[in-house]
């Protein structure tokens, strides 16, 4: 077996002796999705979409749309935190016993992408029992994009301040770009002028087109939110390899 | 005041802590201030006048406040029961971590609270600083009560967020009538009150100290049971 799949069976190893972290996973999405469009009034509200159209809605079904990109946000985000945090303990050692940066961090991505899943699964079901957007291939790549940013937004804010601090800045982070600037709930229901300076405004308009719009006109929102994904990749493939190989000069 | 200040410097230590402690609520309530009226609407609530960006600089430091209180009781675990053995007994250990969270939740409010001053133009400015630390006490309790039972750091980071989320959903100017498990649903009442331009009534700074008091002793009791040996 190689290096990197042992890496990995002990990585996954250590995540289920968990069983509080599957329960919170799967159990956050559940609450908080189906308690946040349950509870919204449906209000009428115009939504402009990319590509320039509008398009009469209502907050219960925006929250619908929304609610799922959020919740994934929040939670890839704080797992890439503490993936990172653990990596950067433990990882050293595997560094220091032989592995190469690459072989000790590989794992650590692949958790990474299994808890990101796992999230985005769940939020995308529990999203379908309440509001069913007009293109699901989209939607999915939307909040898939979500998912991948704030996870490896999360490592790298692991990376760079503490525990308190990532937590601090990945929670509040996703609330005020996902949840507030790339939300049409609130002000005119476009995003303002700056929200493209943000990590979630690809994405975010991505799921807005898909969920509202029958034919899809978000490519290049599309094309910048997977921008945004690789140039995080490479990033974290950086800084990580530069702090579990530092360790082992 | 020595084992104060080292607790205090341990959650300070990492680069940006401190800045990020006094940003975060400060920047939360500039951005958010302007969207949760609309968003308290849309939930079947209603939050007037500068109810909505009072509430914000509560939400704000009742957040840090309860990620600082788990990551305090997580790092309690062990040390301090060995700083007691050593000799500085675990009545003086806990008073010290207590100290040292209540002097950074203090922080964290304050940041708040000024951020809400330059926001908003409130009347009762005491009554809305005073309801701000509430917050910030209630949750530093519930982070130090989560830090108790939950290891991981993951985990209860997590479980904070679960508190504080449905906490935000259900409490006062979210949810038509706000739930009686909204932990900190009393001092949501004096904090929209205050940015109502409202004075709250004795009966809610009653119920307020009440919840404060229980909080904070729930707190030091963790500590306490941290530090004491098992021997």
């Not at chain 1, 899809?216 to 493939?237: K, M, N, Q, S, T």
């Not at chain 2, 607790?7 to 500039?30: G, M, N, S, W, Y």
Request: glycine residues 10%; positive net charge; proline residues 4%.
């Amino acid at each position: 077996m190689s290096r990197v799949a042992v890496a990995a069976r002990l990585g996954f190893r250590e995540q289920a002796r968990r069983p509080l972290l599957l329960v919170l996973l799967v159990g956050l999405p559940f609450f908080f999705i189906t308690r946040a469009i349950a509870n919204t009034e449906r209000l009428p509200r115009l939504v402009e979409l990319p590509g320039g159209g509008e398009v009469l809605s209502n907050m219960r079904d925006i929250h619908g749309a929304d609610m799922a990109a959020i919740t994934i946000a929040f939670l890839a985000g704080l797992v890439g935190v503490f993936v990172m945090q653990s990596a950067r303990e433990a990882d050293r050692r595997l560094v220091v016993a032989g592995f190469s940066a690459r072989q000790a961090i590989a794992p650590r991505l692949l958790i990474l992408a299994a808890a990101t899943s796992i999230v985005l699964a769940v939020s995308l079901a529990v999203t379908a029992l309440s509001f069913t957007p007009r293109l699901w291939a989209p939607f999915i790549a939307g909040n898939l994009l979500v998912g991948l940013i704030y996870g490896m937004l999360g490592a790298l804010a692991g990376a760079a301040v503490d525990k308190l601090g990532a937590t601090y800045l990945i929670l509040f982070g996703a609330m005020l770009d996902l949840g507030v600037v790339q939300n049409p709930m609130f002000g005119s229901g476009a995003p303002p002028a700056w929200a493209p300076a943000l990590p979630g405004y690809g994405a975010g308009r991505v799921i807005v087109d898909s969920a509202f719009s029958s034919e899809f006109h978000a490519w290049g929102e599309l094309a910048v939110g997977c921008v945004w994904a690789v140039a995080l990749a490479v990033a974290v493939v950086v800084v990580l390899g530069r702090l579990v190989g530092v360790a082992a000069d | 005041m020595t084992r104060t200040l080292a607790f205090t410097r341990e959650q300070l230590r990492a680069p940006f802590a401190l800045a990020l402690l006094i940003a975060v609520p400060a920047l939360f309530v500039a951005a958010a201030a302007g969207v949760l009226a609309d968003f308290a609407r849309a939930l079947g609530g209603g939050l007037a006048g500068d109810a909505a960006a009072s509430l914000g600089a509560g939400w704000a430091a009742a957040f840090i406040a309860g990620s600082l209180g788990f990551f305090q009781a997580a790092s309690s675990r062990g040390a301090d029961r060995r700083l007691a053995l050593a000799g500085a007994g675990p009545g003086r250990v806990a008073a010290s971590r207590i100290l040292a969270s209540l002097a950074l939740a203090v922080v964290a409010a304050a940041a708040g609270f000024i951020a809400l001053q330059l926001r908003a133009d409130i009347v009762h400015p005491w009554h809305a600083a005073a309801a701000v630390l509430a917050f910030a006490l209630i949750y530093l309790s519930v982070g130090v009560v989560i830090g108790s039972v939950v290891d991981g750091a993951l985990e209860g980071s997590l479980a904070v967020a679960f508190v504080f989320l449905l906490d935000v959903f259900s409490g006062p100017g979210m949810a038509e009538s706000p739930a009686p498990y909204s932990v900190s649903r009393k001092a949501a009442d004096v904090l929209i009150a205050s940015g109502l331009g409202e004075a709250s009534p004795g009966a809610d700074w009653l119920k307020l100290g009440a919840a404060v008091t229980i909080a904070l002793a729930a707190a030091l009791a963790v500590f306490a049971y941290s530090a004491r040996s098992r021997l």
